[in-house]
């Protein structure tokens, strides 16, 4: 329910209780001042009346009470979502600003110089990640990825996620398993490229200690490929379940600032599935800690194949 709806259907629901309060009683007044009025009515007219008021204000109320939660609920996201996103801007900047004024107020060796660029570009790359995840999140929100779905070749695609997730948090040579079927997508490269990055991001950011993430790729049905990303990390809270796709929402209490993040990365994931037709879903791992999120994509033959060649179908040019 968009916010939008949060406000409109409260004020609504309110001027219609407040409505049908005074149209009760000006019955009520009127029954009293005429009496003859209703006096063709039956004996158990009014007090029917009077149990249906009273069953439909209270079903009112309590709507308008839930509606309320949710409001203030979002509100409470949309705060925490605030201070994530001040907190993940102040860091870089700050950084940013000390190496300029070390670079300003004395003379650096050529090493230093280049240690420091070196530092600078990566607090950079930093905010190019907070900034795409933002824009991403707004376009999967607006639903504005338009134009014909095409074929994506899913493992060059996977490759370089990968490639960038160790350039940017500096993971170890095995922090990141894949095993991976050569296979064709139906989609929007941009998109898959995003989902991508964003379950690798997840699986880093709540990882313990050093990651260890596997990445598997399977086409798991005619017409269908699953892509899972497993860590070992603390996995899901069970009070959460499918919350965790909202915006806003992390996979920890927010009073354990430690990790970064916005709680958009899982969002944008489940709006870009919803557009490509796809489906995310996750559940905490049986082997040991942590948590294994998938997503499940269509095909590309066997979307424009029909049902009885689907069954042969392979994507043979997935390795080229």
Known sequence: MTRSWLIAIPIALGTALLLLTLGVAIAWL??????????RFP?????????????????????????????????LRQSRFLDA??????????????????????PLSEQEQQEFFGA????????????????????????RWRGA??????TPVLADCVARCYARYRLPEDAIQVDAEPVVVEGWEAALRSVLDNLL??????????????????????GTVRVEVKDR??????????????RFVRGERTSDSKRPGTGLGLYVVWSLMRAMKGRLGHYNNT???????????????????????KTNARCDDCSR
């Open 30 to 39: 009127v029954g009293h001042v005429r009496p003859s009025l209703f006096d």
């Open 43 to 75: 004996v158990w007219g009014p007090i029917t009346v009077g149990i249906a008021f009273f069953l439909v204000v209270s079903a009112g109320i309590v709507t308008y009470m839930v509606l309320s939660l949710k409001a203030w609920n979002l509100h």
């Open 85 to 106: 996103v001040t907190h993940e801007l102040k860091t870089p900047l700050a950084s940013l600003r000390l190496y300029v004024e070390t670079l300003l107020r004395r």
């Open 120 to 143: 600078m570009l990566e607090e950079i790359d930093r905010l190019d990640e907070l900034t795409e995840q933002l824009l991403d999140a707004a376009r999967a929100g607006s639903g």
């Open 149 to 154: 779905r095409r074929p994506i070749a899913v």
């Open 201 to 222: 991001q997840n699986a880093v950011k709540y990882s313990d200690g050093s990651p260890e993430i596997t990445v598997r790729v399977r086409e798991t049905a005619p």
């Open 233 to 246: 990390g603390r996995g899901v809270p069970a009070y959460l379940g499918k919350q965790i796709y909202r």
């Open 287 to 309: 082997d040991g800690p942590g948590a294994t999120f998938y997503v499940e994509l269509r095909g590309w033959r066997s979307a424009r194949e029909s049902s009885s060649s």
